[in-house]
DNA sequence: TCTTTATATATAGATTATCTATATATAAGT
DNA sequence: ACTTATATATAGATAATCTATATATAAAGA
């Protein structure tokens, strides 16, 4: 099964920031491992990607850098930057009460307030 | 600390026909029960969520009803259509999808194909 | 009594994230 | 030779939600 993209609005930023806190990645590189991670329920497109990765880098949450592959190709790098790992926390935090919060609304229908 | 809206992004509507699973509810009710069930995580607007009920039984999705208050004041109920229990049991597996993968990019880093 | 806040629904227009489509270029496989 | 995979990029379309605004009544407070 298949699941609706609009899901996807919000976590994506927070998922390529994930991947960087890894290790330095280049963009074509994040979309495979984000399929392969998430038994392709992301199958995130390059015209999604490259503009984020463009995006983040204004916000200097990511600097880049060229650097030649084994077979002379050029590829382009990308590093989390403090101010990046930084905002991942937050994100990562906002997914936590986010995704408690839905999960209680769908299981038990039980309010916070009563416990 | 409050999150970042565009998560809700494709849940909204889960979250709406989970609160009419239970009972027929009218909008502003919807918006309250929401707000307690999930410690005001989601606070939606009435803005928001009118044109979306109006979206949801252009669909099918719910029937809605005109009933008046005890202070003769007149609320429009909403009621869950079988189609409309139909997709929110598919919206429910979708969130579990989604989630999980969400999680297993967030926490670890292992990919399915390893296990 | 007057004013503000809460209840209740509704719509227009703006914003934003992501998607589709398209473009370019090289490497590898058939 | 042709197709598929690798690799990056941008323009324009789509879709979901937001803000702002409007209307109307009830309740609460000054």
Redesign the pocket.
């Known amino acids: 099964m298949s699941i ?3 899901l ?6 927070t998922l390529i920031l994930k991947l960087l806190e890894e290790k330095d990645m ?4 994040m979309i ?1 491992t984000l399929a392969n991670k998430s038994d392709h329920t992301f199958d ?5 990607l ?5 995006g983040l880098e204004k916000k200097e949450l990511v600097e880049s850098y060229e650097k030649k ?1 084994d ?7 990308y590093h989390l930057t403090k101010k990046g790992k930084n905002l991942l926390k937050e994100k990562k935090e906002e997914w936590t009460i986010f995704s408690n919060a839905v999960n209680s609304v769908l299981n038990g229908g039980f309010s916070y307030a009563s416990i």
């Open positions: 609706d993209k609009s996807l609005t919000g976590s994506t930023t280049y963009g074509y590189e495979e995130l497109k390059a015209g999604t490259y503009p984020i990765l463009h592959a077979n002379d190709r050029l590829r382009k790098y």
